[in-house]
């Protein structure tokens, strides 16, 4: 069964000591990093830090891992020995790690679920360090010249962009500080489309200027272009995530750096390809040997043999296959990452939402929608809206690692419900807490189409 609510609350209202295993995944708080001072002053008093903002994909109960007094009512709840799987992410699993152990668990081990279909998310240095280039002095000579179109220019901003013939050019010519964000001075071509509308002879430093922004602007089409992208949105989304000009076709550019100091970080970035993401194996401890507690509680012991590939003793490395070929790979469970029919297996009667509402509200056709990891599959649609759906096959094996059949597994973030899927196939009870009424309508649905 599922229940509906903050599970901080929701627990408080179970018994304790009445689940035998944990098999979760918690938000990962992909938020700006905290002052960790501030983090664990709260975690030590005993209340939960509250973090503003949003995490993966916008969600703003991704913001920050579950606190201490959080996983205090989870342990609660659980039977003396009770293992628990805990996913988190690769840059905050210290973080939840810290807050399981200020809630009692012991930390056994940390499993990782490798994959190799990661997006790295990068950021090209010597681009940007192009961009620095007298970004502030330029953008102060773009206001002096919109002031001065402003003050001179009778046509409105509507009338400049049907006049050049083309959408927002007014706007960026007319901007105005402090609140306009994208001053332009403009070429010398539109420049002199303008010029006989305006009401006083051009003065020399807006003619300089106007130069200086022709030739930068001759200087970038005039580039080496070192690497093709595929244009996957409208020209202005395009440009305003590469900072390019507009190439031919549906093919868009990524040119050498030009200043001396970009060429210096040619080739530098600031993120890796994420390859994997940490499982952590915990466990409530108990004053019983291990044969004391299977026998009083009826937990504490990993099922090897169940959870074996083939002959090989189950280890703390997973993956998903992808690039992974090889008979060396062959001792390691392998489990690919949610397919489509995984994810809205059961909804064939919800509606079908767009890519762009099923993946936070990313705009159709923009490049974040059509990255891998982004995308995460859906640039089609999907029925399924949570945006981290765990493969089905991956729950059911941990469920069957720490649980025997017949056991009770608590999931408290159950999310679309792939828990709840796994512990079905094993034949083990299941209860869940969602804090959102819309994945507990699919986690339902999902849940319901499995028949063990």
């Not at 790295?120 to 280039?133: A, F, G, R, Y």
């Not at 017949?406 to 828990?419: K, N, R, V, Y």
Request: hydrophobic share 35%; with cysteine.
């Amino acid at each position: 069964m599922i229940i509906h609510g903050d599970c901080k609350h929701v627990l408080k209202n179970l018994p304790a000591e009445s689940f035998d295993a944990l098999v979760t995944d918690p938000p990962y708080g992909f938020n700006k990093q905290p002052d960790l001072a501030e983090v664990f002053g709260h975690w030590i008093k005993g209340d939960d830090y509250e973090a503003t903002g949003s995490g993966f994909m916008g969600k703003t109960w991704d913001s920050f891992v579950p606190g201490p007094a959080t996983w205090r009512e989870v342990f609660r709840v659980l039977k003396p020995g009770a293992y628990g799987a805990v996913f988190a992410g690769s840059r905050t699993a210290y973080l939840m790690a810290a807050s399981l152990r200020l809630a009692g668990f012991e930390v056994v081990d940390q499993l990782f679920w490798l994959y190799g279909s990661g997006f790295p998310k990068s950021l090209d240095v010597s681009q940007e360090v192009d961009k620095l280039d007298a970004k502030q002095l330029k953008k102060e000579s773009a206001y002096r010249c919109t002031d001065w179109i402003r003050e001179f220019c009778p046509l409105s901003s509507g009338q400049i962009d049907k006049f050049l013939g083309r959408n927002g050019m007014g706007r960026h010519y007319r901007d105005k500080a402090p609140g306009g964000k994208q001053p332009e001075i403009p070429t010398r071509a539109d420049l002199e489309k303008l010029r006989p509308f305006f009401t006083a002879a051009v003065p020399q430093w807006f003619e300089d200027l106007v130069d200086v922004r022709t030739f930068e602007s001759e200087n970038h089409n005039s580039r080496e272009v070192i690497e093709r992208y595929k244009k996957v949105a409208g020209l202005n989304e395009w440009r305003q995530k590469y900072g390019e000009q507009t190439s031919a076709g549906n093919l868009g550019s990524r040119t050498a750096p030009h200043s001396d100091e970009a060429k210096a970080w040619h080739g530098y970035g600031t993120a890796l390809k994420p390859g994997y993401e940490p499982i952590i194996l915990v466990r409530k401890p108990t004053t019983l040997t291990y044969a004391e507690n299977v026998v009083t509680h009826g937990t504490g012991a990993l099922n090897i043999d169940g959870s074996r590939n083939g002959e090989r003793f189950p280890a703390n490395i997973l993956h998903d296959g992808e690039a992974f070929a090889g008979k060396e790979w062959e001792r390691y469970f392998y489990c690919a990452k949610a397919s489509t029919a995984d994810r809205d297996d059961g909804l064939q009667l919800f509606e079908k939402v767009s890519a762009g509402d099923a993946t936070g509200g990313r705009k159709e056709g923009s490049a974040g929608l059509n990255s891998p990891r982004a995308g995460a599959g859906r640039r089609d649609g999907a029925r399924n809206t949570h945006p981290t759906v765990k493969p089905t096959e991956l729950m059911k094996w941990l469920c069957g690692l720490l649980a025997r059949p017949g056991a009770s597994i608590l999931d408290p973030f159950t999310g679309s419900g792939s828990t709840w899927r796994g512990a079905k196939l094993n034949n083990q009870k299941f209860v869940g807490v969602e804090l959102s009424a819309e994945y507990i309508q699919i986690a339902k649905a999902r849940a319901g189409a499995i028949k063990p």
